[in-house]
C-alpha cells in the first residue's frame, strides 16, 4: 500500500484513509488529529502472526517480548500521536490488566505512568472502565472447585479506556456536533463505567476487537464533525467505521498488510452495527 503525503491527507474534506505503517512513524503532519481512540496490542496475550496464519492455528500466550521492550514501543508510539494531534487534542487508549502465571501485570497503570506527567507529555484528563457485562476471563471456576480461603479468583470483566489530553483544555462549541442528552447518555455513558458487551466470538475475524459503541461514544464526545480521527493501531477498522459514521474523517494504520485489508474493506463496505444498549439495574440479594 502506498502512503499518500501527509500534506495531502490532512487537507481532504472527506478523508477515510487505511495505511501500512507503524505506529511509532504515524505518516502526519503535526498539529493535524483531534482525536486519536485505538487499543494497542496485547502485549504477551495474542500472538498476531499466528492469527493471521489460521489453521486453527493456537494464537492466545505468550509472544516472547519482554515488559520493558513492550512500554518502551508504546511510548514510542504514543509520543508520536502526542506530535500528529492538535492542542487541546484527546487520545484514548483500550487497554486490559494480562495476566502472568497467575499474577496481574497493570498495563494500564503502567502505561499512564510512562505516558502522562511528570513523565511524559499528555496530561490524563479522564479514566472510564469498560464493563463487558456479558464476556470476559472466566476464573472463579477454581473457587467452585476449591472453596477456601485463598483460592479465590476473579473473572476479569473489564478493561481501561484512558482519555489523554494534549495541552490546555479549549472548548468548540459546534452546534452541529451537540450531544444527545438521552437515557442513556444520563443511566450509563455519564458514568465511570460503561456497560457494553463485548463482540461475540468469531463475528469478526480478527482476535480482539473492541464494540463498536466504544468508539462511537468517544468520537461524539471528544471531537466535532469534520475533525481528524486516527487510529494507529487499526485492526478490524471499529475506529473508522464509527468515524465514517459519525461524519468524521479518518485516517488508520496497522503494521499488518492483512488487518489493513479487513480494516479498509469494512470501512468501506459494511455498516456499523448498533446493537441495543445495557443499562445497570441493582436487586438486593438477602442471601
Not at 502526519?28 to 496475550?45: C, G, R
Not at 505468550?62 to 500528529?84: C, H, K, P, Q, W
Not at 456536533?177 to 447518555?185: A, G, H, Q, V
Request: proline letters at 7%.
Amino acid at each position: 500500500m502506498s502512503e499518500p503525503k501527509s500534506e495531502t491527507l490532512t487537507s481532504k474534506s472527506d478523508l477515510t484513509e487505511v495505511l501500512q505503517s507503524s505506529a511509532t512513524a504515524i505518516p502526519l503532519v503535526e498539529q493535524s488529529v483531534s482525536l486519536t481512540v485505538t487499543s494497542p496490542p496485547y502485549h504477551n496475550a495474542i500472538d498476531y502472526v499466528k492469527h493471521l496464519q489460521g489453521n486453527n492455528v493456537w494464537y492466545r500466550g505468550n509472544a516472547g517480548l519482554d515488559l520493558s521492550s513492550y512500554l518502551n514501543e508504546m511510548v514510542i508510539s504514543f509520543t508520536d500521536v502526542f506530535r500528529a494531534t492538535k492542542e487541546s487534542g484527546f487520545c484514548c487508549i483500550v487497554i486490559g490488566n494480562e495476566l502472568s502465571d497467575g499474577t496481574m501485570i497493570p498495563l494500564p497503570h503502567l502505561l499512564i505512568q510512562r505516558l502522562c506527567e511528570p513523565q511524559g507529555p499528555w496530561k490524563f484528563h479522564e479514566e472510564i472502565i469498560w464493563n463487558k457485562v456479558t464476556g470476559g476471563l472466566d476464573r472463579f471456576g477454581v473457587t467452585i472447585q476449591r472453596p477456601y480461603p485463598t483460592y479465590f479468583r476473579a473473572n476479569i470483566m473489564h478493561e481501561h479506556i484512558l482519555v489523554l489530553r494534549k495541552g490546555k483544555l479549549v472548548h468548540v462549541r459546534d452546534s452541529s456536533s451537540r450531544l444527545k442528552i438521552t437515557e442513556l447518555m444520563k443511566r450509563d455513558t455519564s458514568n465511570s463505567i460503561w456497560n457494553i458487551a463485548p463482540v461475540p466470538p468469531k463475528f469478526i475475524d480478527h482476535p480482539c476487537p473492541f464494540p463498536e459503541e466504544i468508539p462511537m461514544r468517544l468520537i461524539a464526545l471528544y471531537s466535532n464533525k469534520g475533525d481528524l480521527i486516527l487510529d494507529p493501531f487499526l485492526g478490524s477498522g471499529q475506529t473508522g467505521k464509527a468515524a465514517k459514521f459519525m461524519s468524521r474523517r479518518f485516517v488508520g494504520s496497522d503494521i499488518m498488510r492483512e488487518y489493513c485489508r479487513l480494516g479498509k474493506s469494512r470501512i468501506q463496505s459494511e455498516p456499523v452495527h448498533i446493537r441495543p444498549q445495557l443499562v445497570a439495574k441493582w436487586e438486593k440479594v438477602t442471601k
